[in-house]
């Protein structure tokens, strides 16, 4: 069974930065997708960047150039840094795992219980 814990959330100011770990438990890390996501109130959960096992990484065009993931295979751990933030960023932010079964021939996908970031303008 997977676990994932997020940490790093905070409030801070327009501009400011943050970076977000969260950390996987079990021996799937290295060959799953990891992304983060985000869900302000009243909308939906959407895909803020995402990174392969092969380190292939795609973002949001809403964070493209300020918001930069990365992970650690070695530390199960997959990272976040989300500069010059804006009010617009406030969120809870998710850590998504998402592996392929060769046994089961599907995917499946783990989640973490969120962090909030606030930004104030």
């Known amino acids: 069974q997977v676990q994932l814990v997020e940490s790093g959330g905070g409030l801070v100011q327009a501009g400011e930065s943050l970076r977000l770990s969260c950390v996987a438990s079990?021996?799937?890390?290295?060959?799953?997708?990891m992304g983060w996501y985000r869900q302000a109130p009243g909308k939906r959960r959407e895909l803020v960047a995402a990174?392969?096992?092969?380190?292939?990484?795609n973002y949001a065009d809403s964070v493209k150039g300020r918001f930069t993931i990365s992970r650690d295979d070695a530390k199960n751990t997959v990272y976040v840094q989300l500069n010059n933030l804006k009010p617009e960023d406030t969120a809870v932010y998710y850590c998504?795992?998402?592996?392929?079964?060769?046994?089961?021939?599907?995917?499946?996908?783990?989640w973490g219980q969120g962090t909030q970031v606030t930004v104030s303008s």
């Open positions: 079990g021996s799937a890390f290295s060959s799953a997708r």
């Open positions: 990174i392969t096992s092969l380190g292939i990484t």
């Open positions: 998504n795992l998402n592996i392929w079964s060769r046994t089961n021939l599907r995917t499946y996908d783990y």
